[in-house]
């Protein structure tokens, strides 16, 4: 089993900046980590992720202006958010997976708004 907590979610307004921290339980070069996020009404939206090589995607909407990453030492992996738009006010959450399973853990969730 393994346990994630995201962190770093807030107010910030349009054009501004986030970065959101998420700390697992397990080593993350075994896990298949990602970023989801979800508005009321509407389902949940993956927004990024990384591989336990390091490969990372991103959907449409967010590419050139969000980034994926992770350390190793801290078993964390990060969201850096730039160029925050009002249609990225959601609730985060943070996953993972064992490469070798189909059981996905999800963290609590932190909201994120982007307003004037």
């Known amino acids: 089993q393994v346990q994630v907590v995201e962190s770093g979610g807030g107010l910030v307004q349009p054009g501004g900046s986030l970065r959101l921290s998420c700390a697992a339980s397990?080593?993350?070069?075994?896990?298949?980590m990602g970023w989801y996020r979800q508005v009321p009404g509407k389902q949940r939206e993956l927004v990024a992720q990384i591989s336990s090589g390091g490969v990372t995607e991103y959907t449409e909407s967010v590419k050139g202006r969000f980034t994926i990453s992770r350390d190793g030492t801290k078993n964390t992996v990060f969201l850096q958010m730039d160029s925050l738009k009002p249609e990225d006010t959601a609730v985060y959450y943070c996953?993972?997976?064992?490469?070798?399973?189909?059981?996905?853990?999800w963290g609590q969730g932190t909201q994120v708004t982007v307003s004037s």
């Open positions: 996953t993972a997976q064992y490469i070798t399973s189909t059981t996905v853990y």
């Open positions: 397990g080593s993350i070069f075994r896990l298949s």
